[in-house]
């Protein structure tokens, strides 16, 4: 058979894999997500025929809701390293059976980021340059050229890796080593780059002191960290309920374990930054007492949100960081929750709007996302979770049940 029919035969086996066999929750699962891509489609159509004047954007607050997940998904895409580098650095075997979910999970978040800057630009016919190689990018001075380019490599990387190693499952053949190694360790440094360089493009903007700060990047990667890997967590308790997937016990607590580590750090980074802020007590504070208290005798609409972020990231860091609580399913999946609502609280509505509030004039104006926003973000979502879900449910029957079944046979 040569290469184009083992292709071929891939292509249409995959899509065999993923449509079929399922169960009724798995149809079910899938039609929801139909159902908010489309609902998105139509709200996204007025979106476009009136222009970000549908959303509640304005000059004063002119990111918002888009770019905050955009911001967090890359964080999530970004987690996949805390897999990749105990599994081939280390080679450590209970993590490098499901160190692939990490690289899908991945490549659907990295998915969701490209879509969110698309819904977010007001003249979506120009996204093309943003293309690596076809745009006119104005390299090497925008960051936000550099961010793409980075993103781009990222997600062709891992769904190289990704492919490739499914397809070598299809086809009952052992994957090359001296393909897989070097696009792998590539990875790792892309990981790293792809949340520095989007932490850049907040911290390069001199009239924005709430994020000009320098450790803002450890701080993106710190709470990637735990993002990621808590959605991973639960994804395998889930697979190896409803599926043949196996993973190992002390695979997850290990996991868990990295994760209390990452959050402690963001914890730490997050107190620095609070302290130099209010002992300095310059001009620059006015942001910070926006986003925990309010302004002019008015309570922020955000600060209830703020104190919900630390107080979910506090707790799930006690959660993750007591052995006896890590090792416990039902407290470690609480934690697992936490972590992922304070981390989304962190990258959206704590680091836009108070980076917007005041304004430069002084302006407060109070941004909340409108019903565009919300159901134009539910389909993008929708988009990212039927990709990663229709990608797993092709990598366990093939890394996991294929394998058993002929053990069986």
């Known amino acids: 058979m040569n290469i184009f029919r083992k292709v071929g035969s891939f292509v249409t086996g995959t899509a065999r894999l993923a449509l079929l066999g399922g169960n009724k929750l798995y149809y079910a699962w899938l039609l929801l997500l139909v159902v908010f891509i489309v609902q998105a489609g139509f709200a996204y159509a007025h979106q476009y025929q009136h222009g970000l004047i549908s959303t509640n954007m304005r000059d004063s607050v002119s990111w918002g809701f888009y770019i905050g997940n955009f911001t967090f998904l890359v964080g999530v895409a970004a987690a996949a390293v805390l897999l990749v580098v105990p599994a081939y650095v280390y080679d450590w075997k209970p993590i490098k059976e499901v160190a692939l979910f990490g690289e899908l999970l991945a490549v659907s978040a990295i998915v969701m980021c490209l879509l969110f800057v698309l819904v977010d630009m007001g003249r979506p016919d120009r996204f093309w340059h943003l293309i690596p190689g076809i745009g006119h990018m104005n390299l090497p ?64 903007m001199a009239s924005r002191p709430y994020w000009n700060s320098a450790i803002l990047a450890p701080r993106f990667i710190a709470s990637a960290f735990c993002s990621g890997p808590a959605l991973l967590l639960i994804l395998f308790q889930i697979l190896r309920k409803v599926s043949a997937f196996e993973i190992k016990d002390e695979a997850i607590h290990k996991v868990a374990e990295l994760m209390a580590y990452a959050m402690g750090f963001n914890l730490f980074l997050f107190g620095a930054e609070v302290f ?47 052995p006896k609580t890590r090792q416990n399913f039902i407290t470690m999946n609480i934690g697992c929750v936490l972590i992922y609502a304070s ?48 990608m797993v449910k092709v990598s366990v029957a093939l890394l996991f049940e294929r394998p058993q079944a002929e053990a069986h046979a």
Request: include cysteine; aromatic fraction near 18%; glycine fraction near 6%.
């Open 343 to 390: 981390v989304y609280i962190e990258k959206g509505i704590a680091l836009i709007i108070p980076g917007f509030t005041p304004d430069q004039l002084g302006q407060v104006y109070a941004y909340v996302p409108s019903a565009i926003e919300l159901r134009v973000a539910a389909g993008v979502f929708g988009v990212g979770f039927l990709l990663f879900t229709l």
């Open 141 to 204: 001075r925008s960051i936000m050229a550099w961010d793409s380019i980075v993103l781009n490599i990222y997600l062709a990387v891992n769904l190289t890796v990704a492919s490739y190693l499914v397809y070598c499952a299809y086809h009952g053949i052992h994957y090359s080593k001296k393909f897989v190694w070097p696009l792998v360790i590539f990875s790792i440094p892309m990981a790293i780059s792809i949340h520095t360089v989007t932490a850049f493009l907040y911290n390069g």
């Open 276 to 322: 130099k802020e209010y002992y300095s007590n310059t001009n620059h504070l006015v942001h910070y007492e926006y986003l925990f208290a309010g302004l002019h005798g008015k309570p922020s609409p955000i600060a209830l949100y703020a104190w919900m972020s630390l107080a979910f990231a506090v707790i799930s860091f006690f959660l993750f960081l007591i």
